[in-house]
């Protein structure tokens, strides 16, 4: 069965500075695609980032990176130079279906990130 | 990326009543879906709504309790009927855009239900 792990109830980072949050998965399927979404206070969920398990290079977003081990079955997020306004809900997601197609998403638990000014 | 207007933004309900959650997109789709997601939990799905078929249900998820219509390409309902306590959650409409290679996930606001 599809499983998305986030280890990282929480975390800490100093504003100016990288932070990762960790996203283990699991499937069987050799097509997927991985997401990453940010979920303030408000509630909304604002997509980030987007890597398809066929695609050779990390996906970057502006300060967003996707450090992608696909042996290890790991999706971390990398977010640089950490803002204020970073604050808030990460999850993590996984879709099984070929990166062009559409269907559910499967969300890990979530990492609340708190930057400190 | 996809506009997606769900209404109410939140709502406080009494038990027993139902809250019907309106979602709009700006353009046609194909599938909407709809999320619940509990008080310092996860995103779980609730339905996959087609147009012009039956909606999908998850497991533990019945239409009984969460009906849904989709009369047309750009717009789905979700009755949350007989609320109790524990149905308070946000619950989120969301659809599929091609975006290049990449079919993307977007989300509406979200509605915020507590119920009393």
């Known amino acids: 069965a599809q499983k998305i792990t986030q280890t990282q109830p929480g975390m800490f980072v100093q504003e100016k500075e990288a932070v990762t949050l960790d996203c283990t998965y699991d499937t069987s399927d050799q097509s997927y695609g991985l997401f990453w979404y940010k979920q303030p206070s408000s509630g909304e969920m604002i997509f980030l980032i987007y890597q398809g398990s066929y695609d050779e290079q990390n996906a970057t977003e502006g300060r967003y990176s996707l450090n992608f081990q696909k042996a290890r079955k790991s999706a971390n997020l990398v977010i640089s130079a950490s803002q204020l306004g970073d604050s808030a809900m990460y999850f993590c997601a996984m879709r099984e279906a070929p990166y062009n197609q559409g269907g559910k998403l499967i969300f890990g638990q979530g990492t609340e990130l708190s930057v400190k000014p | 990326s996809a506009v997606i207007s769900q209404k109410p933004s939140r709502d406080i309900c009494q038990r027993g009543t139902s809250l019907t959650i309106q979602c709009q997109v700006d353009s046609q789709v194909t599938m909407m879906f709809w999320y619940r997601q509990q008080p310092g939990q996860s995103l779980t799905l609730i339905a996959t709504?087609?147009?012009?078929?039956?909606?999908?249900?998850e497991s533990g998820f019945v239409i009984d309790k969460f009906p849904i219509s989709r009369p047309n390409l750009t717009f789905s309902t979700l009755t949350v009927s007989n609320m109790s306590p524990e149905d308070s959650s946000i619950y989120l409409c969301s659809v599929d855009r091609q975006g290049g290679d990449v079919t993307e996930a977007f989300f509406g606001q979200g509605t915020r239900l507590t119920v009393v």
């Open positions: 709504a087609n147009q012009g078929s039956e909606a999908t249900y």
